[in-house]
């Protein structure tokens, strides 16, 4: 079994930065990638970044290139996201995933099979 494990989420203003952390502990495994999603109220859970583990590949929503960056520590089993230029419109509960559906893809939410708790990221105007 998987735990993941979020830190790093707060308040911000609009304009500042956030480094997001996921750990992922328990039993090893093969995995297909390792992402970062966000749910705001009322609104479905949506893809943020990801990263594909074995080969390090990134890819990013389009409402987050060139602000979000997302990295991994292969040696801590950590992944970040790196969170700059927040808008008040980043505003949800962060998850952070791991999964190996690799079928459904590195963006799809059917791909992952743990989840962390979530860690809540505010930006204020």
């Known amino acids: 079994q998987v735990q993941l494990v979020e830190s790093g989420g707060g308040l911000v203003q609009a304009g500042g930065s956030l480094r997001l952390s996921c750990k992922a502990s328990?039993?090893?495994?093969?995995?297909?990638?390792m992402a970062w999603f966000r749910q705001a109220p009322g609104k479905e859970r949506e893809f943020v970044a990801g990263?594909?583990?074995?080969?390090?590949?990134?890819y990013s929503a389009d409402s987050v290139k060139g602000r979000f960056t997302i990295s991994r520590d292969n040696a801590k089993n950590t992944v970040y996201l790196q969170m700059n230029s927040l808008k008040p419109e980043d505003t949800a509960v962060y998850y952070c995933?791991?999964?190996?559906?690799?079928?459904?893809?590195?963006?799809?939410?059917?791909?992952?099979?743990?989840w962390g708790q979530g860690t809540q990221v505010n930006v204020s105007s």
């Open positions: 995933a791991v999964g190996g559906r690799a079928n459904y893809g590195l963006a799809s939410s059917r791909a992952y099979d743990y």
């Open positions: 328990g039993r090893s495994f093969s995995s297909y990638a």
């Open positions: 990263i594909a583990w074995s080969t390090g590949i990134t």
